[in-house]
């Protein structure tokens, strides 16, 4: 059974970075693509951005374009999303997935990971 622990959230000021981290264990971590959505209060579960098992393919969702980069090491079974410029609409509680079948560009919903993480709240201040 693969565990997921999100950490690196908490508060900052609008225009600041954060960088998440998500450590996986109980499975094969470079066998699974990963991902990161995220949920507001009120909304539903967005997608953030996934990795391919390799590290090498990513996408993001439309509003991490340009401003998040999600990346992962397998040595240390770990996944990352780097959060630059944030604001407002960036608070919620982020979440990370786990996906034992390859990734594309379709890959965006909620459902189509089978791993969650209990998430790490981000809280952006203006």
């Known amino acids: 059974q693969v565990q997921l622990v999100e950490s690196g959230g908490g508060w900052v000021q609008a225009g600041a970075s954060l960088r998440l981290s998500c450590a996986s264990s109980g499975g094969t971590f470079s066998s699974y693509a990963m991902g990161w959505f995220r949920q507001a209060p009120g909304k539903e579960r967005e997608f953030v951005a996934a990795?391919?098992?390799?590290?090498?393919?990513?996408n993001y969702g439309r509003s991490a374009e340009g401003r998040f980069t999600i990346s992962r090491d397998n040595a240390k079974n770990t996944v990352y999303l780097q959060m630059n410029s944030l604001n407002g609409e960036d608070t919620a509680v982020y979440y990370c997935?786990?996906?034992?079948?390859?990734?594309?560009?379709?890959?965006?919903?909620?459902?189509?990971?089978?791993?969650w993480g209990q998430g790490t709240q981000v809280t952006v201040s203006s």
């Open positions: 997935a786990a996906r034992p079948r390859p990734l594309s560009s379709k890959v965006t919903q909620a459902y189509e990971y089978d791993y």
């Open positions: 990795i391919s098992r390799s590290g090498v393919y990513k």
